[in-house]
């Protein structure tokens, strides 16, 4: 006789075949799904945006070449301010974009110099202390400082988003658009209505031949823009919302247009929280805080700052009670140890020192003779508070 398990998984199954079967059979008078080419594909606008980001043609000294009589489809014009990349010492030569103009990728690199000397991984950041910028009239060469990385620079804030060191932009639609219009790109002030009619030419103009282009399937801007035409692979077939016919669209309209995907892929510039595997990917802090049962993130309507002192109040109370737990492998690889790294996967006494020391504030907001002389105040989260450990 059989189970009731096996009686309910029957029937269970009979079931699930027959609603298959009339579902199925209503499929014949369903509507059927609008093609691509008039919703496009949702994310097709980091993917044109990346595009954007690596774009050379943009920068001041391309339209001088222009104006001289250059192609505009030919972005090799040699100047020189990318030939290398800074960094604290030697220069790496030659830079990813040698022979090239002004681009965002030129300051926030990635893996373009891995291997080289003085070289490495960059989260969206240079090497250099000031970054470059091209020479013009006012005789500045190097930015106030270095590309802040901008992987997670988007991430939400309590209090809103603000970017730059001095709280400049606080959107990144504004810091997007003054960058391409900008110091940086090799714009003087007073300039802005050529960089956005320089701009636009670009895109209007562009037939898709160049190299970069090539990268991504050698697809004209003004087409990808229009974002209906057959011939536009699905990865990059925009949605309507960042559409445009830069054909009959003014110089602001086009502008605003590759503002917006630009601004989309930056969004988009996040640190990856899992695996391939699906685990988690954890820092030894991380580990640490899960070993020990603390909170990883603030309670609802709790700061930054106020979750940050609740959270050292719990370890000192846990470290008093002699119930800390440390942590000496990574529990997501079989080595125990960093995938990228050789620097060893702990979170012990010395850590946890740096921890304290990182958390530790002064009793008001002057540090008392007694306090400085004592030390270990760092009071770090004055700007670095977690969760996220920044400020805006």
């Not at 075949?17 to 097709?44: R, Y």
């Not at 700052?305 to 370890?315: E, G, H, K, N, T």
């Not at 470290?319 to 690889?333: C, D, K, L, W, Y």
């Not at 620097?343 to 304290?356: C, H, M, V």
């Amino acid at each position: 006789m059989p189970s009731r398990t096996q009686t309910s998984l029957g029937f269970l199954c009979s079931m699930l075949f027959l609603i298959g079967a009339v579902a199925c059979s209503g499929d014949e008078n369903a509507p059927a799904s609008p093609p691509i080419a008039s919703t496009g594909t949702p994310g097709s606008e980091e993917a044109v945006g990346e595009r954007l980001f690596l774009e050379t043609r943009f920068a001041q000294s391309f339209k001088v070449s222009l104006d001289k009589g250059g192609d505009i489809n030919d972005p090799n014009i040699d100047d020189g301010v990318v030939d290398t990349v800074e960094t604290l010492s030697a220069p790496i030569d030659p830079g990813p974009f040698k022979g090239l103009s002004m681009n965002c990728r030129a300051c926030h690199l990635v893996d373009d110099v891995l291997d080289a000397s003085e070289g490495g991984m960059r989260a969206y950041t240079d090497f250099a202390r000031r970054s470059p910028i091209p020479s013009r009239t006012d005789r500045k060469t190097v930015a106030i400082r270095n590309s802040p990385p901008l992987v997670n620079s988007a991430l939400h804030r309590p209090g809103g988003v603000l970017f730059h060191s001095d709280a400049e932009f606080n959107s990144m639609e504004e810091l997007v658009a003054a960058t391409f219009t900008g110091r940086n790109f090799g714009w003087l002030p007073g300039e802005r209505a050529q960089a956005v009619a320089h701009i636009a030419r670009v895109v209007r103009s562009d037939d898709g031949t160049g190299e970069l282009a090539k990268e991504f399937d050698g697809t004209p801007f003004r087409v990808l823009f229009g974002g209906t035409d057959a011939s536009i692979p699905e990865e990059f077939q925009l949605t309507p919302e960042f559409r445009m016919g830069v054909a009959s669209a003014t110089d602001e309209e086009v502008f605003g247009a590759v503002v917006k995907v630009v601004t989309a892929y930056v969004n988009g510039l996040l640190f990856s929280q899992t695996e391939d595997s699906g685990a988690p990917i954890r820092s030894p802090y991380d580990v640490f805080l899960e070993a020990n049962g603390l909170p990883q993130a603030s309670d609802s309507n709790e700061s930054p700052l106020d979750y940050s002192r609740r959270l050292l109040q719990l370890i000192n109370s846990r470290e008093s009670a002699g119930t800390i737990q440390f942590v000496t492998s990574n529990p997501n690889r079989t080595d125990g140890q960093f995938q990228f790294h050789t620097q060893l996967f702990s979170f012990g006494t010395q850590e946890l020192a740096g921890l304290k020391m990182f958390f530790a504030e002064p009793a008001a907001l002057t540090a008392s003779p007694a306090e400085l002389t004592a030390g270990k105040i760092g009071n770090c989260i004055a700007c670095h508070a977690a969760p996220n450990f920044t400020d805006f």
